[in-house]
Nanobody
């Protein structure tokens, strides 16, 4: 198992930027990782994912071109650079990890989760 801790959330105006970090408690080299988000009363929604090697990335259509996922395996950390933020990006953002991912966009494919960090975008 690996413990995941998100940071970098906060309050930002529309059009602004934030960078989220997900720090792991151990080496993440063998883990595929992703970002999800959730608002009250809604299901957890896929945002972005990255293969263990960093060679492939996947994005939800709603964030494509605005968000960038990356990882630094030497630092056991994954990042989500969020630009051109919109009020509809407001949510709790979670990082997730799994050695094997069946469906990149499905939260059930990941078995390790962080506690989440709040992102609020004001209009």
């Amino acid at each position: 198992q690996v413990q995941l801790v998100e940071s970098g959330g906060g309050l930002v105006q529309a059009g602004g930027s934030l960078r989220l970090s997900c720090a792991a408690s151990r080496r993440t080299l063998s883990y595929n990782m992703g970002w999800f988000r959730q608002t009250p009363g809604k299901e957890r929604e896929f945002v972005a994912a990255i293969r263990w090697s960093g060679g492939s990335t996947y994005y939800a259509d709603s964030v494509k071109g605005r968000f960038t996922i990356s990882r630094d395996n030497a630092k056991n950390t994954m990042y989500l650079q969020m630009n051109s933020l919109k009020p509809e990006d407001t949510a709790v953002y979670y990082c997730a990890a799994a050695v094997r991912v069946a469906v990149w966009t499905h939260p059930g494919s990941y078995d390790q989760w962080g506690q989440g960090t709040q992102v609020t975008v004001s209009s």
